[in-house]
């Protein structure tokens, strides 16, 4: 097949297209004649595959068309279009569907409205209640009108949980049979040149810092063990607008000293973090399906995750890990004391997710549906 993927973030830059990306690259590459197009100022293309760059200086409007007038003159020799977002990749490739009739398949992982909403604090409400009744100025509510754009063109959206293909189909309108849960693939294990032992008490957590991401409750569960453990330490990989109050927070409640704030890091180096660290600890209030829990199940550490949809599609509680009520810190914290006075229970968890990692959450198993899809609206 002769497929374009369109994504509005491309590595070296870290998030999750670019991530995703660069996995499908690697495993489509030589199998599939493929062509990246993307945002990028200083990129090569990945081997077996050609990269169609856009600039990033530009001012919005001007990258869009541009990226628009690219994707037109090489769609003519696609059979499909593959979209990582509804917004700026996603627009120009619902322009480009319209006008040629080439197909294109929409990876929705996560409502970009909801999430602008939230950053700059237009929003408290949880996705589902802020879909139902959206707050926030004029071009929140736009953004909210360009996504149902793109999905309602699109051939098929998949979505990495049930959950988020429920609350897409119920708020922008879309056809339940154009709807396809394909469940993300963990990354692959990275090899470490050197052996790495588990830091006694050390916890872990990463995710861009955000609200919604729960890293202040994390903060106040430590708070709650220092007593019992004098020498636990949480390491925050990431960085984000909620920092510098994350920083204070800590501060506040006497835990600096317990906490370690590393900003973005390479994904050995995280790789690394989780292979020290005895717990890994995702506190979000929202996720369409957690990555980074999925990693945790690679490298073999065990969980303690809040019970939201999406997440309890991954980590099932007692089974592949621990799940906690969102916003009750005193319950995440007893979680982490259980997992740290009882190894063995997190070596049975830990198993536990290796095993769903293969049934479930492979590459295998996603690229089988990826590839089923494709052929689908290229019939």
């Known amino acids: 097949m002769r497929i374009i993927i369109a994504t509005p973030i491309y590595p070296p ?66 059979d499909v279009i593959y979209v990582q977002n509804a917004m700026a990749a996603g627009l120009p490739v619902a322009l480009v569907s319209t006008l040629t009739g080439i197909p ?73 049979e154009r709807g396809v849960v394909n469940y993300n693939a963990a990354d692959k294990t990275e090899e470490l040149p050197f052996p790495v032992t588990r830091i006694p008490h050390q916890i872990a957590t990463t995710a861009r810092l955000v609200k919604w991401k729960g890293i202040e409750g994390i903060i106040r569960a430590v708070a709650l063990l220092k007593e019992k453990f004098p020498d636990i330490k949480l390491v925050v990989a990431g960085d984000g607008p909620e ?33 020290q660290s005895e717990v890994y600890i995702l506190n979000s209030t929202y996720e369409g399906l957690p990555h980074t829990v999925l990693t945790s199940f690679a490298a073999k550490i065990p969980t303690v995750a809040t019970d939201i949809p999406g997440t309890n599609e991954a980590l099932y509680h007692e089974k592949t890990g621990l799940l906690v009520k969102p916003g009750d810190d005193a319950q995440l914290a007893r979680a982490i004391e259980r997992l740290l006075d009882d190894p063995e229970l997190g070596i049975t968890l830990a198993q536990n997710g290796t095993k769903l990692l293969k049934e479930k959450f492979s590459w295998e198993v996603h690229l089988k549906n990826l590839n089923d899809i494709f052929k689908s609206v290229i019939a």
């Open 13 to 78: 830059e870290i998030g999750g297209p670019a991530t995703y990306t660069k996995e499908l690259c690697e495993r489509l590459a030589g199998l599939h004649e493929i062509t990246v197009i993307t945002y990028t100022n200083s990129a090569e293309a990945f081997p077996k595959t050609r990269l169609v760059p856009v600039g990033k200086g530009r001012p919005l409007p001007v990258r869009l068309a541009i990226f628009f007038f690219k994707l037109l003159r090489r769609a003519k020799d696609a």
């Open 104 to 176: 294109f398949v929409l990876k929705f992982v996560g409502d970009e409205a909801w999430e602008r909403a939230t950053q700059h604090k237009f929003t408290t409400k949880r996705l589902e209640e802020f879909l139902a009744h959206p707050d926030g100025p004029f071009r929140i509510r736009m953004m909210m009108r360009i996504q149902g754009f793109v999905l309602r063109r699109a051939a098929v959206v998949t979505t990495p949980s049930a959950y988020l293909l429920q609350e897409i189909i119920k708020t922008y309108g879309i056809k339940r």
């Open 243 to 275: 920092m510098d109050d994350l920083k204070k927070t800590a501060h506040d409640l006497g835990v600096a000293d317990h906490i370690d704030f590393l900003g973005n890091i390479s994904r050995a180096e995280t790789w690394r973090l989780r292979k």
